[in-house]
């Protein structure tokens, strides 16, 4: 777990690759992880790639910044397995096309976010939202005791909490929205 506040500064370093992906236990411990990312990689974030993973107990804060797609405050991308996310915030602003505050891309898998916050902005305006910005048709995402607190700054995001468009669904249970344009 962190035992100390840690600013990337300018480090590009993220945990996680498609043929590697990050599993295990993540403990923030009530900590904030600042980056500056700027890119052209999709998936940019913190944690890139995962597959079965727990991340609690974070806060992110920072720029999240690609050309490419799929980009996040804290998941990139979301593989086969188990993905939970708890007790953390994301208060990054994030540009990126089909980007999300928490995670990026769901692919097959079943995450779920719970007592988490999203205070950060997005303002790309391609098929974004403030928890999860793109899932495909085998994803289901459980979002859960989460609040929405998006900066006014953000522009054209697709969904309050989670695009669906591709077919993935969102269950949505005793979480809010407040405040931002939609």
């Known amino acids: 777990f962190m035992t100390a506040d840690v600013n990337l500064g300018n480090n590009q370093t993220m945990v996680g690759t498609s043929t590697s992906p990050y599993s295990g236990i993540f403990d923030g411990n009530g900590k904030t992880l600042t980056v500056n990312y700027n890119g052209k990689s999709e998936k940019t974030a913190p944690f890139s790639y995962v597959n079965g993973v ?24 979301a593989g086969s397995s188990a993905l939970t996310i708890s007790n953390c915030e994301v208060a990054a602003t994030i540009y990126s096309n089909y980007s999300g505050g928490f995670i990026g891309h769901g692919e097959t898998s079943k995450p779920t976010i719970m007592n988490s916050i999203f205070s950060g902005a997005i303002l790309e305006n391609t098929y974004s939202a403030c928890f999860v910005g793109w899932e495909e048709s085998g994803c289901s995402i459980s979002i859960k005791n989460c609040l929405a607190l998006q900066s006014s700054s953000s522009v054209n995001v697709t969904s309050t909490f989670a695009c669906t468009k591709n077919g993935g669904s969102a269950t949505i249970e005793n979480s809010y929205f407040c405040g931002g344009r939609f």
Request: no cysteine; net charge positive.
């Open 54 to 77: 727990t991340i609690k107990n974070l806060k992110v804060a920072g720029t999240v910044q690609s050309s490419a797609n799929h980009s996040s405050g804290l998941v990139g991308d």
